[in-house]
């Protein structure tokens, strides 16, 4: 089973936020809560922890802006 990882709601009023940073490499194994990615809005940068543990499908691509609920990645 897979989990699809998306761009989080940071703020009340954050519709968007730039993938700034993967701290795994595409095909990498992670474990849930370890650092995974960082995004920023327009008020902070936020690091992300991985959700489940598991292989990474990167799909989501660096300085790139993306709307809440954005698929981002897949662990599997």
Same mark, same amino acid.
């Given at each position: #089973?897979? =989990?699809?990882?998306?761009? !989080? @709601?940071?703020? #009340? ?10 701290? =795994? ?9 370890? !650092?995974?990615?960082? $995004? ?7 690091? =992300? ?5 598991? @292989? $990474? ?10 709307? $809440? ?8």
């Amino acid at each position: #089973m897979s =989990v699809e990882v998306r761009i !989080p @709601k940071l703020g #009340m009023s954050a519709q968007t936020s730039t993938l700034v940073e993967w701290f =795994v490499e595409d095909g990498a194994q992670v474990q849930k809560g370890t !650092p995974f990615y960082a $995004v920023e809005t327009d008020k902070s940068t936020t690091e =992300v922890e991985a959700p489940a543990d598991g @292989k $990474v499908e990167i799909i989501g691509e660096i300085d790139t802006e993306y709307e $809440v609920g954005a698929l981002i990645a897949r662990i599997t």
